[in-house]
């Protein structure tokens, strides 16, 4: 199973289409995409010390509990560095871009 976050570029120019065609097409793999809406880090901005707290607060709205769901053996993708790393700080949890996906995959061929 992976578990798909959408970054906030992707879903402004509509995107997140052609990801979940791709990562549907993949052999045996079920994908499930988290509906949350910006993981609150937005750059740089979640590392602020005056910004943290809302950025934790955004994160939990929907994307760190979607993300604490998953299975142990789940895959977690997430497309932008910040969105992994408030996943990994909020969810203790490794998110990965989409292309490794992609490259695991091929790999398996």
Do not use: W
Not at 78 to 101: F, K, L, M
């Amino acid at each position: 199973m992976a578990h798909l976050h959408g970054h906030c570029h992707q879903k402004a120019f509509a995107v997140m289409g052609p990801v979940e065609t791709i990562l549907r097409a993949i052999p045996g793999l079920e994908l499930r995409v988290i509906e949350s809406s910006c993981c609150g880090m937005s750059g740089a901005f979640g590392y602020a010390v005056e910004n943290i707290e809302v950025s934790k607060k955004m994160a939990e709205l929907s994307l760190l509990p979607a993300v604490r769901k998953a299975g142990p053996d789940d895959i977690i993708v997430a497309d932008g560095t910040s969105c992994r790393h408030q996943i990994h700080d909020g969810a203790g949890r490794e998110a990965i871009h989409v292309a490794r996906v992609l490259e695991a995959a091929l790999a398996a061929l």
